[in-house]
């Protein structure tokens, strides 16, 4: 009963944020892409917090504290704080670099920047080939959570294709803003949510002493690092430290709202608050995950997500946290198909009268696609959506280097290298054609440190200078 | 002075994650001595966030603005 009620909440909300959004519509284009990029503080921590911690918060990394250990924390809430410093450095820059030409999407900066046409091709590419399978990943799991946690309903593909029509009528109605409010709800929900289920998680053995001197004394490997099945190497923790920190420039979900915010006083401010806003959202994920690794250490994820978040909680919070995880799940899939939609203008003549017309349009393509993935890609999409933050990270440099060098026109070399960095990456990670190491280093790590090499160098040696 | 504050708070920064990344944080199979009643690594890695956090704060303050251009309004 009481997860009907929460639900029906969460759509009064989410009715409420389309209706403020359309409200607040100007006829102009940056209006409904960027939501007239007027975000304050509040909104733009809560709607960058939302897009990035996704259903991962409650589910995924309470899963990495049970099954791996400590060293969790060094992977995620480490790199989280780090990504902020960029946030702020790389933001400003970003935000200077785009205001004279009234950019309204990554890709089209970087068609301006560089002397290839087909630079975008490679950037759109990278960012297809990764978050679309991602997106599906999103709606096939909440869609299967749901299926068995609200039995006798609907099935996987029906409980995804309703949030994809939610999600289509509030981005329709109120564009870029609708999506902010809706992030904002859910980013809320998620952290009343998780720090509830924390609290009530680590009150099961009295005092963090109990707690951590249990696990001492029956799983011992969990409390240091690489952990008891060995992931936690130094090599993981820094090519996963390089690729988190480079997502502001990588994801164009995330960068998209470094450009909504109002001024680069506000970003500044956002900047500092979301720092301290990913220890507070991440923190209570350690106990839910090391509770659970005394109490479930032995079951499928699965059943430790449902014994958890639901079962073990009482009616009402098991609601909140079935309708938190949805809402997290929408709030990162519509981000995705959003900027998807919004970077693919390109394609089409630039109109500025058609723009909100076509990114409807794409958008509502992207949907589809994301559903037929869900429902009919089996295993090869599970691994394209856990790379997803190293794979885009290969894109990172190409954005990077106009940014830091913006009075001059780079070369194709970078894209060109880019590309086959892609395609490696994706013959070592996906196809498992060729090896994933080089010289004892991880594949992505040498990807990485080399593309960043190439744009220091195309920066200072072979680069134009623009006559601006 | 702005400018000074900001590159003390930057090399800080880096100077942070080079710890991080090291055996002080992250020692293999260690767990003692226990850093705010948590596992070593735990504890280090809660303490070096926070301090990191704090930089973030304080470079948002004194980074300065690009060659004195006023901030930038996307409007």
Avoid at chain 1, 74 to 81: A, N, Q, R, S, Y
């Amino acid at each position: 009963m009481s997860i009907w009620v929460v639900g029906a909440l969460y759509l009064i909300g989410l009715a409420i944020a389309s209706k403020m959004a359309r409200d607040q519509q100007t006829d102009e284009a940056t209006s409904f892409v960027l939501g007239g990029s007027n975000l304050n503080v509040f909104l733009g921590v809560l709607t960058y917090g939302a897009t990035l911690f996704s259903t991962f918060t409650l589910m995924g990394m309470p899963n990495f504290f049970r099954v791996h250990g400590v060293g969790a924390w060094i992977f995620l809430g480490v790199t989280d704080v780090a990504m902020a410093y960029v946030v702020l450095v790389f933001g400003l820059k970003l935000r200077q670099r785009f205001k004279n030409k009234g950019y309204l999407n990554v890709s089209s900066f970087i068609k301006d920047q560089y002397t290839a046409k087909w630079t975008p091709t490679v950037y759109l590419l990278g960012i297809f080939l990764f978050l679309i399978p991602y997106t599906a990943v999103q709606l096939k799991g909440i869609g299967e959570f749901l299926e068995a946690s609200i039995p006798g309903h609907f099935p996987m593909w029906g409980w995804a294709s309703i949030m994809l029509v939610i999600i289509l009528i509030y981005s329709s109605i109120g564009g870029f803003k609708a999506i902010v409010y809706s992030d904002a709800i859910q980013g809320i929900l998620l952290l009343f949510t998780s720090w509830i289920i924390g609290y009530l998680c680590l009150k099961e053995f009295s005092s963090l002493e109990n707690l951590f001197f249990a696990l001492e004394k029956s799983q011992p490997k969990l409390l240091s690092v690489p952990g008891p099945n060995n992931l936690f190497t130094f090599q993981f923790l820094i090519s996963s430290y390089l690729a988190i920190i480079l997502m502001p420039m990588s994801q164009p979900q995330l960068t998209t709202r470094l450009l909504a915010m109002a001024d680069d006083k506000k970003l500044r401010q956002m900047a500092a608050s979301l720092a301290f806003f990913s220890i507070i959202i991440i923190f209570p994920a350690i106990f839910i995950g090391l509770a659970g690794a005394l109490k479930y250490g032995e079951v499928a994820a699965p059943i430790f997500w449902a014994k958890t978040l639901i079962t073990d909680r009482p009616e009402l919070l098991g609601a909140f946290s079935v309708i938190g995880l949805l809402a997290a799940a929408m709030s990162t899939a519509d981000s995705q198909l959003f900027a998807l939609g919004n970077e693919t203008h390109i394609l089409f003549k630039n109109d500025p009268k058609k723009i909100k017309t076509h990114t409807k349009f794409i958008i509502a393509i992207f949907a589809l696609l994301s559903l037929l993935f869900a429902v009919y890609a089996k295993g090869d999409l599970v691994p394209l959506a856990r790379l997803s933050f190293a794979g885009t990270s290969l894109l990172a440099p190409m954005v990077f280097l106009p940014v830091w060098q913006h009075r001059k026109q780079h070369g194709p070399l970078l894209p060109l290298m880019t590309l086959m960095a892609l395609l490696l990456f994706l013959s070592a990670y996906i196809l498992k054609i060729i090896p994933s190491t080089v010289f004892h280093l991880r594949l992505d790590l040498a990807l990485l440190l080399a593309l960043f090499s190439v744009s220091l160098f195309c920066g200072k040696f072979q680069s134009k200078e623009l006559h601006l | 002075m702005r400018k000074y504050a900001y590159t003390l708070s930057f090399l800080s920064f880096l100077i942070l994650t080079g710890i991080t990344f090291g055996p002080l944080v992250i020692p293999k199979n260690i767990i003692h001595p226990s850093i705010l009643g948590m596992p070593r690594t735990l504890g280090a890695g809660l303490v070096m966030s926070m301090l990191m956090a704090l930089l973030v704060f304080i470079s948002a303050k004194y980074l300065p603005t690009n060659s004195g251009e006023k901030d930038s309004e996307l409007k």
